[in-house]
């Protein structure tokens, strides 16, 4: 049987987890919170994998239009199962924002996103930088309208409906 020597990467957010496996209910906080960011990064580099190749087979409007559909789709249902299997619950503007970062489509390291909480009802969130455009910006302005205007824009309003049904993210591009 092949052994592996495991040591710390990058300090104590890469740790080895060789040995008995853990149930999800015995790690600790800071143990959830890296294998949350790694299925977080997971579920979006799936995603990020099968577009292009939708892109390649029926155009550039249909991979746009299926991604428009898979996010609307499936941002209410893991929003709400985040927030049950987090504990947190409400219908205002820090529920929304807990669950943005939370969200697959926002991958840490991957998109810099920053809060700021006017109020309860209202709140604005910004990239400091995104890893979508930059991948994007190389293809011209057309793939830019269509991932940060035509794809994103709606998915937003997804996310957030799924926390308040009266909810809207209107973006300030």
Not at 82 to 100: N, S
Not at 109 to 126: C, I, K, N, T
Not at 149 to 160: G, W
Request: glycine letters at 8%; proline letters at 5%.
């Amino acid at each position: 049987m092949a052994k592996a020597r495991c040591g710390a990467l990058h300090g104590a957010h890469r740790r080895c987890y060789a040995g008995a496996m853990k149930r999800l209910d015995d790690l600790t906080r800071t143990e959830l919170a890296t294998l949350g960011r790694e299925y977080m990064l997971f579920g979006h580099l799936l995603n990020r994998a099968a577009l292009p190749y939708v892109h390649m087979q029926i155009g550039a409007e249909a991979r746009e239009a299926i991604a428009i559909d898979e996010w609307m789709g499936a941002s209410p249902v893991y929003t709400r199962r985040m927030q049950q299997c987090m504990g947190f619950a409400g219908d205002d503007v820090p529920t929304i924002f807990k669950g943005f970062q939370l969200d697959v489509g926002f991958p840490h390291q991957y998109m810099d996103v920053h809060y700021a909480l006017e109020s309860p009802q209202r709140g604005f969130f910004w990239l400091q930088s995104c890893g979508a455009l930059l991948e994007v910006e190389q293809y011209g302005e057309a793939a830019v309208r269509s991932m940060c205007h035509a794809i994103e824009d709606p998915t937003f309003d997804a996310s957030a409906v799924a926390t308040n049904p009266r909810a809207r993210c209107r973006p300030i591009h």
